[in-house]
């Protein structure tokens, strides 16, 4: 750790990897999230209506329950507290600074905007059958040209939008 600026990301780096050989040797599978959502939203939706859940299509193939790839998305959750925590940089932020700057102090446009970006990011990754990072860290891990080809999507699409919600000079 490097004090205020975070966990060294070498080591953030080394530690993922080892995690991504982990999943494959204790599981016998890749890293993946996106999936895990879904299979929450079933298992959620089941409290409510069991027999239509078990008539879709799409919970007969993904069935809603709890696994290991849940359990690695709540590992993720706790993981980014630890970090955040023991780099001294833990605060509880509705509106981030960078946000503040660009759009206001507004907490429901802030809300808004990160329910309809999350909502367009998993119905892509539902119609990928996976989230690009998962594609990209398992596929390279595999030497795939796919997977190497979805990171630089990932990148490059992430450099775009930055780009164009946060305009050229500002962030950090």
């Given at each position: 750790?490097?004090g205020?600026?975070?966990?060294n990301?070498?080591?953030?780096g080394?530690?993922?990897?080892?995690?991504?050989i982990?999943?494959?040797?204790?599981?016998?599978k890749?890293?993946?999230?996106?999936?895990?959502?879904?299979r929450?939203a079933?298992?959620i939706?089941?409290?409510?209506?069991?027999e239509?859940v078990a008539?879709?299509?799409y919970?007969?193939r993904?069935t809603?329950?709890?696994?290991?790839?849940?359990?690695?998305?709540?590992?993720?959750?706790?993981?980014?507290?630890?970090?955040?925590?023991t780099a001294?940089?833990?605060?509880?932020?509705?509106?981030?600074?960078?946000?503040?700057?660009?759009?206001?102090?507004?907490v429901?446009?802030?809300?808004?905007?990160?329910f309809?970006?999350g909502?367009?990011?998993?119905f892509?990754?539902r119609?990928?059958?996976?989230?690009?990072?998962?594609?990209?860290?398992?596929?390279?891990?595999?030497?795939a040209?796919?997977?190497?080809?979805?990171?630089?999507?990932?990148f490059?699409?992430?450099?775009?939008m930055?780009?164009?919600?946060?305009?050229g000079g500002?962030?950090?």
């Amino acid at each position: 750790m490097q004090g205020d600026k975070g966990w060294n990301p070498y080591l953030a780096g080394a530690l993922s990897g080892l995690v991504s050989i982990g999943s494959v040797w204790a599981a016998g599978k890749y890293l993946g999230a996106s999936t895990t959502f879904v299979r929450t939203a079933g298992m959620i939706e089941q409290l409510f209506g069991p027999e239509r859940v078990a008539k879709l299509e799409y919970f007969i193939r993904e069935t809603p329950k709890f696994d290991w790839q849940w359990l690695f998305v709540a590992g993720i959750l706790v993981g980014a507290f630890a970090a955040a925590w023991t780099a001294g940089e833990f605060r509880l932020q509705a509106v981030p600074e960078m946000w503040r700057q660009r759009f206001g102090v507004s907490v429901w446009r802030r809300g808004a905007a990160a329910f309809v970006g999350g909502a367009v990011a998993m119905f892509g990754a539902r119609l990928a059958d996976g989230c690009p990072s998962g594609h990209g860290l398992s596929g390279s891990l595999q030497l795939a040209v796919s997977g190497y080809i979805a990171l630089a999507c990932f990148f490059i699409g992430g450099l775009i939008m930055a780009r164009i919600v946060y305009g050229g000079g500002g962030g950090r």
